[in-house]
């Protein structure tokens, strides 16, 4: 993988839980004026006809309807990012593997760096 892409892959228990018509959303929200890049991010579901329509989100390469925010992007340069799902009490749970401080920690500089892999 080449330092600048990304990828991002669901499991098998995350599509079966995302409903026909519905995407998964890797969204950033800003947190702050005097730093552009200071944010947080989420991960949600959305009917995928609202997310096509939405500016700043941009559908990623692959078959699982994954949507992502143009400016999370720098923030995942070089790294895999795992989607997962569950039912909790009959509700749907979508996570991700990245850090629960991910946003704090791209702001501060302070993202471990990705993992070189051989491929």
């Known amino acids: 993988m080449q330092w600048y892409e990304f990828k991002v892959r669901m499991t098998p228990a995350a ?3 995302l409903r026909p018509g519905e995407a ?4 950033w929200h800003r947190l702050a004026l005097c730093c552009a890049g200071a944010g947080e991010s989420s991960l949600y579901v959305m009917k995928e006809d609202g997310a096509r329509k939405r500016k ?3 559908r990623l390469k692959g078959e699982d309807p994954v949507y992502a925010a143009r400016v999370i992007f720098p923030h995942l340069a ?3 990012v795992n989607l997962d799902a ?3 009490l009959g ?3 979508f996570t991700s593997d990245l850090p629960g401080d991910f946003g704090l920690r791209a702001v501060m500089g302070r993202l471990s760096q990705p993992e070189k892999s051989a491929r």
């Open 56 to 58: 700043g989100l941009v």
């Open 86 to 88: 569950r039912k909790i």
């Open 91 to 93: 509700l749907r749970r």
């Open 24 to 27: 998964l959303v890797l969204d």
């Open 78 to 80: 070089g790294r895999e």
């Open 15 to 17: 599509r079966e839980l």
